[in-house]
């Protein structure tokens, strides 16, 4: 081709040269491109007969152009990289033409001219691949090298970044840190059950020594009366072995915890002090076997005798049996039991017992049955176990008794008279579980992250033809695997802080909001965790796949974390009652004088955000705009709402039941879950930074914060193309900037992890240890 007569006729052939020299490159050209490419150089009427039947000629399979002819094509588009600027070198159509008007003498610019559409039809006919694969094709190893310098640059200080993302618990932070550090904490090398369990119980009766297991209870029973400290340190401990994290949340979260939140003084008395200590191991018997996040349908049985002032705990058919209880198997000596209060034949639904399971021998009680789960996906450490109860009784005072109780006439008494009220307050109470879930998932996910990132920015693998290796994390395809996920995790990060101090400072009037939230969020959370620990296994190959280099063990552990404190699609199910709920109440509020308002505002909407111009600005500025950002995420959560509600009332309208209808608009309320928490985490990420004082840190957090906010719109642009909120060209400059922020977020991505401060103790993957 570059010694056909054709070429130098005619310069502007030259722009198809490095299109060519990629479909051949990999020596398959493949039927769909034939035809694509085929196509549009026969509309192309400014090529002359013999042009277009040579340009044609290269798109047969049976006669390939020879090795040296690819070879030529090659050396061509090499000797004139030198030329091209960096945003040239994104598109094979820029390369081209720069080839094109260095051959060209006296060439006719109107047939140039003519050709630039028609060849960018062509390059999109190929696909994005080529667009990928420009930068590489017209590198050098000065590009190369240029690359490298720059991805090892950093633009803050790490030590001002962890300042900002520890905040007050820095010090307690480090604490932990300093302890998980200590060779008692090593990681057990075994694949013996009873030994690792043991191992976990010797790691969480440590942390008991240190006064962490008991940091949330209050002072007079050996705590802190520091609920904020407990999450820390939970979150803390969730960068070393999960196991421990979940042992150690089991006894000192929701078992001692569920004492403190639903039990009274006598209760606290008893039993708060040993379980801070781990004298009295303990279990949360929530789940069984037939009801999993349906509580309020357990069948677990509490029958009161008034005679004898004592209680009967029965397990009434194989499903009612609880099941999968951490601490059961082997340690656990009491549990906090969920069961329907029967008194007289009435049920009264759902009130919390504690009820002892074996003695500090480790003998079974009379009417206790335990079966071991056995091995697990992951989390092999906790003692999973079955638990049924013939015939157990216990005293009176062994109900937990803060929102139902039995008085001394033996009737059933509570201060809060609705049943469902009751129940969900008591449920409430519980709520920190699905605080501490979502960061210790998410300290998983950092730990993974770290790994991932650390081994792809030293790891080389290909390059530019004749020129050295480069680091894998230099590709874009590897940059758009992890970066995004980093910037997620930054996000959330500062958004599981808001949802802790809700919590902390709630009132009860918060609490329908707050518990929503923490659904959402640790939905959001874990699921989040979940796609970030298998792309990093991807993106770490082979390494990834060894145990030594712990993504295995990360990934096993946390998978469950979407199950357990309530089922992700449950949660956000529950998430969407709870915004249909404030979606009635405001119209149920409003009087006609507000109704129009609502209508203006909804009008000012349309024209401020969906006029031909807003949803078709492609500019930068425009793009890379916090309002722009948060206006869009705040149009998606209203109008999969409103829509949501609408589906709702028709098919109540039509006569069918709430149940039913609810059942038909699932798929629509989990979306309105999603929509609602990615709104609050992107909102949380922008207030953070207009906190932040250090302009470097500020400056590489608004650049993770608008790659998780375009990362996101670019994950939902067919619902924004479908609203017509955004037009196509619109979506595809949201793609083309999110691959520029995920390069500039690349440079520094090493010192993000930094700023994590997970010491290489806890990584513990040989392919992360710094050789320094």
Request: glycine residues 6%; proline residues 3%; contains cysteine.
């Amino acid at each position: 081709m570059i010694n056909s007569p054709l070429l130098k006729a005619n310069p502007s052939l030259y722009s198809f040269l490095p299109m060519f020299y990629m479909v051949w490159a990999d020596d398959v050209l493949t039927p769909s491109e034939i035809k694509n490419i085929q196509s549009l150089i026969n509309k192309q009427s400014w090529l002359k007969t013999e042009e277009r039947e040579l340009l044609l000629s290269y798109l047969n399979p049976a006669k390939p152009p020879s090795p040296n002819e690819i070879k030529s094509w090659l050396t061509e588009i090499k000797r004139i990289s030198q030329e091209l600027s960096p945003e040239m070198k994104t598109s094979l159509v820029d390369i081209g033409n720069k080839l094109a008007e260095l051959n060209s003498i006296g060439r006719d610019e109107v047939a140039f001219q003519n050709a630039q559409q028609p060849l960018r039809d062509i390059e999109d006919a190929l696909g994005i691949i080529s667009r990928e694969s420009a930068f590489h094709l017209a590198s050098n190893d000065r590009a190369a090298t240029e690359a490298e310098t720059l991805a090892s640059e950093k633009t803050f200080s790490v030590d001002n970044l962890r300042a900002i993302l520890d905040g007050d618990q820095a010090a307690l932070i480090t604490k932990v840190k300093t302890l998980l550090s200590d060779p008692e904490f090593k990681y057990p090398d075994t694949g013996d059950l009873t030994e690792y369990r043991e191992k976990v119980l010797h790691w969480c009766k440590i942390l008991a020594s240190q006064g962490y297991g008991n940091r949330a209870y209050p002072k007079e029973f050996g705590g802190a009366d520091d609920m904020e400290g407990y999450f820390t340190i939970m979150e803390t401990l969730s960068y070393h072995d999960l196991s421990m994290v979940i042992k150690f949340g089991v006894q000192f979260g929701l078992f001692g915890m569920s004492i403190y939140f639903l039990g009274t003084e006598k209760h606290h008395k008893k039993y708060l002090a040993d379980a801070g200590t781990l004298n009295l191991p303990g279990c949360f018997a929530m789940t069984e076997t037939g009801h999993g996040s349906n509580v309020k349908g357990i069948e677990t049985t509490a029958t009161y005798d008034h005679k004898s002032g004592k209680i009967t705990i029965h397990t009434p058919s194989p499903k009612a049996q609880k099941e999968y209880i951490g601490n059961a198997a082997l340690h656990g000596q009491m549990a906090t039991v969920f069961a329907k209060l029967i008194i007289e034949g009435t049920d009264y639904g759902v009130s919390a017992f504690v009820v002892p399971l074996r003695d500090k021998k480790g003998v079974m009680h009379q009417g206790v049955t335990i079966k071991d789960c056995g091995r697990k996906m992951g989390l092999n450490g906790v003692d999973n176990g079955v638990i049924r109860f013939d015939n157990v009784v216990i005293p009176k005072e062994s109900m937990l008794d803060r929102f139902a109780s039995i008085d001394e006439n033996g009737q059933f008494a509570s201060p809060i008279s609705s049943d469902n009220r009751r129940f969900f307050t008591m449920l409430g109470t519980l709520v920190g579980g699905r605080i501490g879930i979502p960061r210790s998932g998410l300290s998983a996910t950092k730990s993974g992250l770290t790994i991932a990132i650390r081994y792809a920015d030293g790891r080389r693998q290909f390059g530019p033809e004749g020129g050295t290796e480069v680091p894998i994390l230099n590709y874009r395809t590897h940059q758009r695997r992890l970066m995004p996920l980093l910037s997620n995790a930054y996000a959330l990060h500062f958004s599981l802080q808001y949802l802790t101090q809700r919590f902390l400072k709630r009132t009860e009037e918060d609490m329908q909001e707050i518990e929503a939230l923490a659904a959402g969020l640790k939905s959001w959370a874990t699921w989040n965790a979940t796609a970030s620990l298998q792309e990093c296994r991807e993106a770490l190959g082979g390494k990834g796949y060894l145990a030594e280099n712990r993504i295995a063990a990360l990934k096993n552990d946390t998978e469950i974390y979407t199950t357990f404190e309530g089922d992700n699609t449950v949660l956000m199910q529950l998430v969407a009652k709870s915004r249909l709920s404030e979606f009635r109440q405001e119209f149920g509020h409003m009087n006609l004088f507000g109704m129009l308002n609502y209508v203006t505002d909804q009008a000012k909407v349309s024209i401020q955000e969906m006029n031909p111009i807003t949803i078709r600005n492609t500019d930068k500025e425009h793009l890379l705009d916090s309002e722009f950002h948060l206006a869009a995420f705040r149009y998606r959560e209203k109008s999969i709402l409103a829509s949501s509600a609408k589906r709702l009332k028709h098919y109540i309208d039509q006569g069918m039941d709430s149940f039913d209808a609810f059942n038909q608009c699932q798929y629509h309320l989990v979306m309105v879950g999603h929509a609602y928490i990615e709104r609050i985490i992107l909102e949380q990420f922008q207030e953070k930074i207009s906190e932040v004082t250090d302009e470097g840190s500020k400056h590489i957090l608004t650049k993770l914060c608008q790659l998780f906010a375009l990362s996101q719109i670019e994950k939902h642009k067919g619902w924004y193309l479908e609203a017509d909120y955004m037009a196509g060209a619109k979506t595809k400059a949201i793609r083309q900037l999110v691959n520029t922020l995920c390069l500039e977020v690349r440079q520094n991505a090493v010192a993000l992890t930094d700023a994590f401060g997970i010491p290489d103790t806890l990584l513990s993957a040989p392919i992360a240890v710094r050789n320094s």
